[in-house]
């Protein structure tokens, strides 16, 4: 395969994906890398959203403590958005669960 033929690969399951759908999901990507910077700070994220993520992890972190309700509601716009508010709301419940049970 040459260079030409490699970029040019589709994986089968984004064959008929829509330029909106591929945004939606590198969207949900980003929240779901600042969903893990939160619990994990020390977790490598890819270069290619290594600054989206990061420009989003103090929206999700307050959003996960429940410190700082304007910032709070950009994580939750953001999820809402690109199709993440289940995954943001679960991840919530588990960090404040755990939180409670190191704080009990």
Not at 24 to 34: I, S
Not at 86 to 95: G, H, M, S, T
């Amino acid at each position: 395969m040459t260079d030409n033929q490699a970029d040019l690969f589709i994986p089968p399951c984004r064959v008929d994906a829509t330029p909106e759908s591929l945004q939606r999901e590198a969207d949900r990507a980003v929240l779901y890398g600042a969903c893990l910077l939160v619990v994990r700070p020390g977790t490598r994220i890819k270069p290619q959203i290594k600054a989206a993520v990061e420009a989003l992890t103090p929206a999700v972190r307050a959003y996960y403590q429940g410190d700082d309700p304007a910032l709070a509601k950009q994580a939750l716009s953001y999820a809402e958005a690109c199709g993440g508010r289940d995954f943001l709301e679960q991840k919530a419940a588990v960090y404040r669960e755990r939180l409670d049970a190191t704080s009990a």
